[in-house]
């Protein structure tokens, strides 16, 4: 019998998960089943429990359950006890094990795939929930020289920020305390793009030379991505290369195994050019 694995989350129909693993699996040989299954909101728990008890080995969790994940998990990794987020599980014979593969996958997208450092650039990410969560950490070993958390609610960004070691280069406000600031990197790690919604953003708060980043894939020209191209920021990338390079490294935990990403991409590219064809 093929060995299960899922993505659990709310919405679940974008998700590129399944034929992302599907393309690992056929790549490295490796028996397996991945779905993505769609969890009540008040239900992540029962979802989660009734996966394992049909066999599951592991998951992916995506919005708006990675907080929750975390508090699931009977054991965590060191990267995810930072992140105080899980976007995947393992399951065993000890329990549930939760780590954190976003900050990894975000900064092997910018690195390798866009080839951009974030070390001594001025950096915004928005939003304060388990996407942010997951790579604030990666982003600050970066040693970017100012990382600023946005959030609707300044003190949830705060609250994020005072998780991490004390660190001059890194805060918490709301959105209306950016005016009057530049960043050279602007992280999108809010789900606003899935309901084609826009954070209140003022304007100005990309440098020249600025890279507008959001996590959100599959959406096309995202508000955000329109946003900044409005603002004159010519490098625009959605989250499509961070959701392989993280969707690698739970492989690797799951399997043991590092699949190649570039023609995994390289495959969701052209999917992703013909449907926009299509419509």
């Known amino acids: 019998m093929s060995d299960r694995y899922c993505v659990f989350g709310n919405p679940i129909g974008h998700s590129r998960s399944p034929a992302i693993h599907a393309a690992f699996a056929a790549q490295c040989r490796q028996d397996l089943i991945y779905e993505a299954i769609l969890a009540p909101r ?12 049909g066999s599951g080995r592991g998951a992916n969790v995506t919005v708006p359950f990675k907080e929750e994940a975390c508090l699931l998990a009977n054991r965590l990794t060191d990267r995810a006890k930072v992140a105080g987020a899980v976007n995947t599980l393992v399951f065993d014979g000890a329990g549930m094990l939760g780590d954190n593969t976003d900050g990894y996958g975000l900064l092997r997208d910018l690195t390798l795939n866009l080839g951009y450092q974030a070390a001594g650039k001025r950096v915004l990410l928005l939003g304060a929930g388990g996407a942010a969560r997951g790579v604030i950490g990666p982003l600050l070993d970066t040693r970017p020289a100012a990382l600023v958390v946005a959030n609707r609610t300044a003190d949830r960004a705060r609250d994020l920020a005072q998780r991490l070691p004390v660190t001059t280069s890194l805060r918490g406000c709301d959105y209306a305390e950016l005016a009057g600031q530049s960043f050279d990197l602007v992280i999108n790690a809010t789900s606003a793009s899935l309901g084609g919604q826009l ?3 003022p304007k100005g708060i990309f440098a020249a030379d600025s890279l507008a980043y959001d996590m959100m894939y599959g959406q096309g020209q995202t508000p955000f991505l329109v946003f900044a191209g409005s603002q004159g920021v010519a490098r625009l990338a959605d989250g499509l290369g961070m959701l392989v390079e993280q969707a690698a490294e739970a492989f690797r935990i799951w399997r043991g195994i590092r699949p190649d990403t570039k023609p995994v991409m390289a495959m969701l590219r052209v999917a992703e050019a013909a449907t926009s064809a299509t419509r």
Do not use: E, K, Y
């Open 42 to 53: 008040d239900g992540f728990v029962d979802a989660v429990r009734s996966f394992v008890a």
């Open 199 to 201: 954070p209140p953003l």
